[in-house]
């Protein structure tokens, strides 16, 4: 037995067992392979077919609103255009989820609100093109007084006079801009709603 020549202390060698063989980074074992097929990853959101969805589904809704005698279910309308939009992008482009819907539904009710804003313009600027102001505060007046003759409400009278107005005309059209956001948006968060579920 070798002794230490320093301290004359016995030295004893540790050899590795032959039943323990070295393992190797080639003999490890390889980690099963995923193949792509199951590998599903989620459609990215197409922004041209979602803008190209709102604006037809805006310009639909503005059309509707514009009728005398579908006018006063513009709530429902509203709601209705924003589902369009969601479901007329899941046509093209697949599925959408519930925040994809509101956001469609969302930028219907901006488009509409921009068709609004452009025809509204153009057409006070052809008013005052042809028309003196004078005789324009008289038409208006008179639209008003047939409007409160089937309608001889004391409420209604003094909104619609208020609505004349240059503080009640931006009053109604910052509530029209809510309104088409908050409705339009809420349609396509439902049709996405509705779509998910009707796929599963």
């Known amino acids: 037995m070798p002794f230490?020549?320093?301290?004359?202390?016995?030295?004893?060698?540790?050899?590795?067992?032959?039943?323990?063989?070295?393992?190797?980074?080639?003999?490890?074992?390889?980690?099963?392979?995923v193949p792509a097929a199951a590998i599903t990853t989620k459609p990215e959101f197409d922004r041209r077919r979602a803008r190209r969805?709102?604006?037809?589904?805006?310009?639909?809704?503005?059309?509707?609103?514009?009728?005398?005698p579908l006018a006063p279910f513009a709530i429902l309308w509203m709601l209705l255009a924003g589902a369009l939009s969601a479901t007329l992008y899941q046509?093209?482009?697949g599925?959408?989820?519930?925040?994809?819907?509101?956001?469609?539904?969302?930028?219907?009710?901006?488009f509409?609100?921009?068709?609004?804003?452009v025809l509204s313009g153009a057409s006070a600027a052809l008013a005052l093109a042809i028309l003196s102001p004078a005789e324009i505060r008289a038409a208006l007046q008179a639209q008003l007084t047939r409007t409160?003759?089937?309608n001889p409400d004391p409420a209604v009278r003094q909104t619609l006079e208020?609505?004349?107005?240059?503080?009640?005309?931006v009053l109604a059209f910052v509530s029209l801009f809510i309104g088409l956001i908050v409705l339009c948006g809420l349609g396509g968060m439902l049709a996405g709603l509705f779509g998910m579920r009707w796929r599963k």
């Open 162 to 169: 208020q609505m004349l107005t240059p503080h009640g005309i």
């Open 148 to 150: 409160l003759a089937n």
């Open 112 to 117: 509409a609100f921009a068709i609004v804003t």
């Open 4 to 33: 230490c020549p320093a301290c004359r202390a016995p030295q004893i060698r540790v050899g590795r067992s032959e039943a323990e063989p070295a393992v190797s980074p080639e003999t490890w074992p390889a980690r099963p392979e």
């Open 91 to 93: 046509r093209r482009a």
């Open 53 to 68: 969805s709102a604006l037809v589904s805006g310009g639909l809704l503005v059309m509707v609103m514009l009728l005398p």
């Open 95 to 110: 599925r959408a989820t519930v925040g994809e819907g509101a956001r469609l539904g969302i930028t219907t009710g901006f």
